[in-house]
Structure formats: structure tokens, C-alpha cells
């Protein structure tokens, strides 16, 4: 019971209005060392209770009435650093006076420094950020009391090491130091020689004992088949979210982009997405305005969502230890969870490698065929029958209907019905372009890209290891919707990918992928077909909108500028499909 950990009667309420009721493994050890002021290594992953496991003790050895920062927690994202400042305000709920900042980098840095001048007690980041208020001096270090290295092994992972050294190093050295990591490699041994002081060691039981509430599956699939299956997975399952794994940041855009464009409801997050945007991205899970997140591992530490009942590894973990992060995203606190593995027919050896080192084998399942995902579908829609006949209104349908009897007198009304019920979910049948099946997937496979470097073609499928642009907009380069088209002031200088622009266009404008029609991208400006126009105050949004470190400026496209003329190469101005000449940024990359 955590009445028996000897917390203060303050954090002892704060735990009690929390709900929480029996300490988990890592509590139940690292709680009463780290009260009693001993350094503490916890070999502990996520979703094992670490953050109350350090959190607690920290808030008691803070004085509220002194000013100034006396604990620094270090985790290695900004995502991270800002669910733990999150738990540990929680735990202070009964403590007035204490205050706790998230700082990290992406971030404006005069807030942060304000918050630290107010006095606060205890500062969460990342390494980096850290160190620029030590060498600014907006952080003074001199009454640090407690500090906590949270996931240590991934801070080395991610390049940290040097400034994590920094860090301890520039803090008191009779300061209280709680290390937690997932794995103890050499190099955290090495940290904890040199900085803790005799700690004792806490570990708790292997990751894999903690996710036993989720179902783990795997399916075979190749690589070009893939974008395809995944749509289909999502197209069946039964849970509110999910959160798809890529190993690369291109891949992370590609197959967000992708997923859009079939109607899905998803965003992607990678360590290219501007802070304020991932922030955005995670609130909108969480409220349900989102149902289906790709990311790579970086970007989706620390990322606890309690809507997420289903995980896709698109790409199989390199490591056991990154596959038992992942699956760790479900599941939590007891929560029912699905984890499904894609593995190409080359990879089935790693899967072997992971089933080892989690104790745990995996059921093979089969991919939701086309046909299976229109049934499913179906059998959604008819469900509905009943309270669709309820709320009335049925007058123009019913007479349309009769009318079709009454022409068609020879008509079966199963195969009417069936009929109906196929086109409501979207299904055309086999002559027609296919959303979901592989068909799709072979066809994208064949499309061509035009490179504004060249102009020559390049390859349009999914590529696992190093990722590209939308498939799916390379497919459909040479459609033209006759409606409005825009111009925004961020092109291939700037980074631009299509992604990029249609996740601006539906976050922040409240647009579908199926309303944003063709892109074409120059070197300092890129073109989109929005056939449905945008309204003023959606402009005005948008244009304020930032995309690849830059507002998008967007206006409708009026046709090159004066003075551009003469740039364009002999033989006549550029243009687009659409006819209009443009300066020097001549040959566009399209997309659509």
C-alpha cells in the first residue's frame, strides 16, 4: 500500500486523490531509498510507474519556500518532458507554492525563462535546452537538490552524452541523483560511477511482463503491399486509435500523407514537425479529432494516450527492446490492447529474435482482404438501419426507390439492396479504381515523379529504409480539377513535401484530403488545385500557418510576377498543366 512507503501527508493526499491504491514494483523499492536520500540506478521501461517512482521523492526534498530551481529532471523528448511535468504537478496538488516548468527545445525560450525568474522549483527537460539556460544563466544550478536522469539509455542513444555529463556536472555534488534506465548498457554504468554515490540498484521485472494484456499478431507482407494492408487493418479494427510505427522521418510523412488521402483520419509526428504542431497533433488524439497517428520512435516517446487501443509496427524494430517500447503504447493500466507486426518474407528470422527476448510467441494472422473490408463496412452501415429509421425523413429516398421499382418491375430487391449498400461503403466493384486493395498499391508502384532536379522520373513506391514522397500524389500527377488554385511561399528550398502542405491544409484549415487536388512544388513556392475554394477567414488562417519553418502566405494564384520574365529558359516561359507561367523555379515537382 503506498501508505506504507512513508510518503509526507501532503503527497500522501496527492496519491489518494489520484486514485492510486497499491505501489507498482518500481515504487515499492525506489520510493522508500530515494526518501531516506540515497542515490538510486532503476533499471525500469515504460509504463512500470517510474515517474511516481522519482516524482514523489522529489517533491520532498523541495522546500516550498525557497525560490529557484532545486530539481532538474532530464528526459530525452520534448513529449516526454512535458507528460512528466504534467504527473509531477499532479503530485504537488497539495503542496502550494511549488512550481513545476517543462523546458525543451522548439520552443519559444523567453516563456521558459520567465517562469524560471518566478521562482520555480523544479525544471523538466531536455538536455539541450537545459544546457542553453546554464550557459545563459537564466537556470543557476546552485541549489539543486535533487536530480533525475529519466530513459538514460536513450539520451546516450540520441547523441546526449556529453551534454548530460554537463548537466550533473554543473550541479552541486551533494546532490541526490535518481538514474532510471530501460537497459543498463556500459555506457549508463560508466554515468553512475561517475556521478551517483554508492546508489542502490532497483530493477523490476522485464518489459514484457507489463504488456501481457495486449494481443501481439504479426502478418507477412512485402514491401510495395504494404500502405495498402495498413489501410485495410484500419479499415476493420475495432479500437477508438491507433499509432503507427515507421522507422524513418520520410517514411513517418509518406504513409501519413498516404492514409489522408484514402480518407483516414490521421497526422503524422517526426522529429521535422515544429513543436507547437506535435502538440496540436497529441491534443487532437487524445479528443478523439484524430483517430490514427504515424511516428517514428523519437518523436513518440513519453507519448501516453488512453484512446489508443491498437499499434501497427509498419516497419519490424531493428532491436527487441525498440518493439517492446512500441507495443507499450496500448495496453496500459490493465487496458486491452492489439499489437500487429508487418514482416517482409526476408525479416520472419528477426521476428524469431524478438519472440526470444520478450518470452512471448506471436500468432500469425491474415491482412482484411478488399472484399472483407467491404463487408465489414456493410455490416456497420446496416447496424445503423434501425436509428436512421427512426429520426423520419425518409419521403424523397422512399420515392426514389419506388420509382426505380416501378421502371425496373423485374428488379430483385436483394440484389437492389445489395447494390445500394455497396456504393454507401464505397465499393464499385472490381472494374473500378480500387481504394484499398493491392491493385492500388501495384499501381502506385508504377507511378513517376517529374523532379524539378532534372526533370527526370523517379520511382514512386514505398521505399521501408529511406522513405519519399506521397505515392499517392505521384499516381494522380496529371489530374486537373478546373477549381481554384493557390500559391504558398514555402517550395523545395525550404523542404517542402506534399505531406507537409496537405497535413497544414486539413489541420489548420479544416480541410479532407479529398479537398486538396493537385501540388506542384518549385524551388521557392508551391501551387495546390483546392477545387472547393477557401473561404476569407480560412486564408487568413492559413496563411499564418507555419510549414517547413515558414508561413505559407497563401493567396490565389494570379500568374507570374513582373520582372520574372526573364529568367525563364529559351523556348518560352514554364508552365504548369494549368497553363500558367511561372519564373524560374521552373520545373515542379507534382504531386496529386
Known amino acids: 500500500m503506498f501508505d506504507d512507503l512513508g510518503l509526507p501527508a501532503p503527497l500522501a493526499a496527492a496519491v489518494a486523490d489520484l486514485g492510486f491504491v497499491t505501489p507498482s514494483a518500481i515504487q515499492e523499492q525506489a520510493v522508500p531509498a530515494l526518501l531516506s536520500g540515497r542515490d538510486i540506478v532503476g533499471v525500469a521501461q515504460t509504463g512500470t510507474g517510474k515517474t511516481a517512482a522519482f516524482g514523489l521523492p522529489l517533491l520532498a526534498a523541495i522546500d516550498p519556500s525557497v525560490h529557484g530551481v532545486q530539481a532538474i529532471v532530464l528526459t530525452p523528448t520534448r513529449e516526454l518532458a512535458m507528460q512528466v511535468a504534467d504527473a509531477i504537478s499532479s503530485f504537488a496538488t497539495h503542496l502550494p507554492g511549488i512550481d513545476v516548468v517543462a523546458v525543451y527545445g522548439g520552443a519559444p525560450f523567453l516563456p521558459q525563462q520567465r517562469a524560471l525568474q518566478r521562482g520555480a522549483q523544479v525544471v523538466v527537460g531536455t538536455p539541450g535546452r ?153 491534443d487532437r488524439l487524445r479528443s478523439g479529432a484524430l483517430d490514427v497517428l504515424v511516428a517514428t520512435d523519437v518523436a513518440a516517446r513519453g507519448l501516453d494516450v488512453e484512446r489508443l487501443g491498437l499499434v501497427v509496427n509498419l516497419d519490424l524494430p531493428r532491436e527487441p527492446e525498440t518493439y517492446v517500447h512500441r507495443i507499450g503504447r496500448t495496453g496500459r493500466a490493465g487496458r486491452a490492447g492489439e499489437a500487429l507486426t508487418f514482416v517482409t518474407p526476408s525479416e520472419q528470422a528477426r521476428l524469431r529474435q524478438i519472440e526470444r527476448t520478450t518470452r512471448h510467441q506471436l500468432t500469425e494472422v491474415t491482412i482484411p482482404s478488399p472484399a472483407q473490408v467491404s463487408a465489414h463496412r456493410a455490416t456497420a452501415l446496416l447496424g445503423k438501419v434501425d436509428e436512421r429509421a427512426a429520426r423520419g425523413r425518409l419521403e424523397a429516398s422512399r420515392a426514389a426507390v419506388t420509382d426505380y421499382l416501378e421502371a425496373n418491375p423485374q428488379a430483385d430487391l436483394v440484389e437492389l439492396l445489395a447494390v445500394l449498400t455497396a456504393l454507401a461503403v464505397g465499393d464499385e466493384g472490381p472494374q473500378a479504381r480500387p481504394e484499398l486493395g493491392d491493385d492500388l498499391d501495384d499501381a502506385l508502384s508504377r507511378a513517376h515523379l517529374t523532379s524539378e532536379r532534372g526533370g527526370r522520373p523517379e520511382s514512386g513506391r514505398y521505399d521501408n529504409e529511406r522513405g519519399g514522397r506521397d505515392v499517392r500524389d505521384r499516381a494522380r500527377a496529371g489530374s486537373s480539377s478546373g477549381g481554384p488554385r493557390y500559391r504558398v511561399a514555402v517550395g523545395h528550398r525550404d523542404g517542402l513535401q506534399p505531406g507537409a502542405l496537405v497535413g497544414a491544409l486539413t489541420g489548420e484549415g479544416g480541410l479532407t484530403g479529398k479537398d486538396v487536388g493537385k501540388i506542384d512544388i518549385f524551388g521557392s513556392f508551391a501551387l495546390v488545385d483546392i477545387p472547393n475554394g477557401l473561404t476569407p477567414e480560412v486564408v487568413e488562417r492559413l496563411a499564418r500557418t507555419r510549414v517547413a519553418g515558414r508561413p505559407l502566405h497563401i493567396r490565389v494564384d494570379s500568374g507570374p510576377r513582373p520582372g520574372h520574365g526573364a529568367s525563364r529558359p529559351a523556348g518560352g516561359p514554364p508552365r504548369t498543366r494549368h497553363g500558367s507561367a511561372h519564373p524560374a523555379d521552373s520545373a515542379p515537382a507534382r504531386h496529386r
Open 130 to 282: 537545459i544546457l542553453d539556460h546554464l550557459d545563459r544563466r537564466t537556470l543557476r544550478p546552485d541549489n539543486v537538490r535533487f536530480l533525475v536522469l529519466d530513459e538514460a539509455d536513450e539520451m546516450l542513444r540520441m547523441g546526449f552524452a556529453e551534454d548530460v555529463d554537463r548537466v550533473l556536472s554543473s550541479t552541486p555534488s551533494d546532490r541526490q541523483v535518481a538514474l532510471f534506465s530501460a537497459t543498463m548498457p556500459p555506457a549508463i554504468r560508466r554515468v553512475a560511477e561517475q556521478h551517483l554515490n554508492h546508489p542502490v540498484e532497483v530493477t523490476v521485472a522485464r518489459q514484457s511482463s507489463t504488456v501481457t494484456t495486449v494481443r501481439q499478431t504479426y502478418a507477412v507482407v512485402p514491401h510495395r503491399h504494404k500502405t495498402g494492408a495498413l489501410a485495410r487493418v484500419l479499415a476493420v479494427t475495432e479500437a477508438d486509435a491507433a499509432i503507427v510505427f515507421v522507422r524513418t522521418r520520410g517514411a513517418a510523412e509518406e504513409i501519413g500523407s498516404a492514409l489522408v488521402e484514402r480518407g483516414i483520419s490521421a497526422a503524422y509526428i517526426s522529429g521535422d514537425v515544429a513543436q507547437a504542431d506535435r502538440e496540436k497533433i497529441v
